[in-house]
Each structure stands twice: as structure tokens, then as C-alpha cells.
């Protein structure tokens, strides 16, 4: 059974750090590409930031660009995301998710239970 | 970047009947659209991808259809459980942009 669980979130002052740990079980975590998306309390779903099975291509959202950094580690079986200079904005219930590929298209397949983030002084 | 706008935000159906949700990309996404479901206090999960593929599992109630820049999602013979959040989102290409909701609520 495909598991992804989240962890890390918490309450946190703006401009603080934060980083986000996802273990994935139930797959080969290796062959697949993973995301972060998240959903502020009440609204809809905003994709964060992607990577391939093998690290080798990283994507962002220009919401968080050049303050998240997303990361993996294959043999831990673990997804990352390093959030810094957080802001107000940034609060969010943070959902990993696996990125299936099938014959041209793109989705999400898996997602785990979400851990919640709370920026606030 | 693909916008992606669903309507209607709300919509109240009774157990039995049928609905659609609609979703328009801002550009041809070529038919690489996904459709999810979101409980209240859930993960969303997958329902159909490829706009018309239904996912394992996924009632066949569900329907998808569409292409170029215009797609739909139909529940035929709603049940107690499909009251829920409905998602599209552009399967395309980054960044993977959603749709921003459709709630359907018990009328």
C-alpha cells in the first residue's frame, strides 16, 4: 500500500525557516517524481514545487521561488521542502504528493494526509 | 502559465440527480486534464486523468470529457458520498495549476 506521510509542520514567526519531511512506503520512491502542494484554510489547491525521480529537474512556483527548496533522498525514501523567509501568505496545510506519468499525461496519483504550517508573530 | 477556471463555484444537487462541472484552460492543454475529489478533512484524491481515464476504483458514475481548452466532469446518480470539493487541474505542463473549486452540497 502507496503511504506518504508528512511531518515538520508546526507554528512558525515570519521570516523564520521551516523544513518539511515526507517518507514515502508502499512504492520504489526512486522512480518516481514528487511534489508539494498546498491548500490555505478554506481555499483551493496551489501546486508548490516538483522534482524528478533522480533530482535532476526542480520546479517552482513564483510564489515561493528563490525561498523553498525542495529535495529528496532516495535511499531514506524521504521528500523534503526547505522553507525560508516565511510569510503570512505561506500558511498553508502542505500535501506531498506522487507525480504519476502515463502515455503523455501528467498527474497526481498519491497524496498524503498534509501537515499544517502557521506563520505568525 | 495555463489558467484554469472552473464553474460553478457552488452547486446544490440532490441524491439521485446528475451534475457537471465545467473547467476552461486559458490555452490548449491537448486533453491532459485531471479531475480530483476532496472530502472535508481529506487528501484529495484522483479521479480521472487524460480528461476522459478513470482511475482505478473510481465509480463509473464519474465521466470526464472534453479537449482542446474546454472540459466537463459529470456524476451521474449522485450519492450521499459525492457531496464533496471537485479540482481540475492542467496535467500539461509546470506550473501544475488547479482550478479553484467546485463545491457540491446536499440540496
Known amino acids: 500500500e502507496v503511504q506518504l506521510v508528512e511531518s515538520g509542520g508546526g507554528l512558525v514567526q515570519p521570516g523564520r525557516s521551516l523544513k518539511l519531511s515526507c517518507l514515502a512506503s508502499g512504492f520504489t520512491f526512486s522512480n518516481y517524481g514528487m511534489n508539494w502542494i498546498r491548500q490555505a484554510p478554506g481555499k483551493g489547491l496551489e501546486w508548490v514545487a516538483s522534482i524528478s525521480s533522480s533530482s535532476s529537474y526542480i520546479y517552482y512556483a513564483d510564489t515561493v521561488k528563490g525561498r523553498f527548496t525542495i529535495s529528496r533522498d532516495n535511499a531514506k525514501n524521504t521528500l523534503y521542502l526547505q522553507m525560508t523567509s516565511l510569510r503570512s501568505e505561506d500558511t498553508a496545510l502542505y500535501y506531498c504528493a506522487r507525480q504519476a506519468y502515463t502515455t503523455d499525461y501528467y498527474y497526481f496519483d498519491y497524496w498524503g494526509q498534509g501537515v499544517m504550517v502557521t506563520v505568525s508573530s | 502559465d495555463i489558467q484554469m477556471t472552473q464553474s460553478p463555484t457552488s452547486l446544490a444537487a440532490s441524491v439521485g440527480e446528475s451534475v457537471t462541472i465545467t473547467c476552461l484552460a486559458s490555452e490548449d492543454i491537448y486533453g491532459s486534464l485531471v479531475w480530483y475529489q476532496q472530502k472535508p478533512g481529506k487528501s484529495p484524491q484522483l479521479l480521472i486523468y487524460?480528461?476522459?481515464i478513470l482511475e482505478d476504483g473510481i465509480p463509473s458514475r464519474f465521466s470526464g470529457s472534453g479537449s482542446d481548452t474546454q472540459y466537463s466532469l459529470k456524476i451521474n446518480s449522485l450519492q450521499p458520498e459525492d457531496f464533496a470539493s471537485y479540482y481540475c487541474?492542467?496535467?500539461?505542463?509546470?506550473?501544475?495549476?488547479f482550478g479553484g473549486g467546485t463545491k457540491l452540497e446536499l440540496k
Open positions: 487524460g480528461a476522459t
Open positions: 487541474q492542467n496535467g500539461l505542463s509546470t506550473p501544475w495549476t
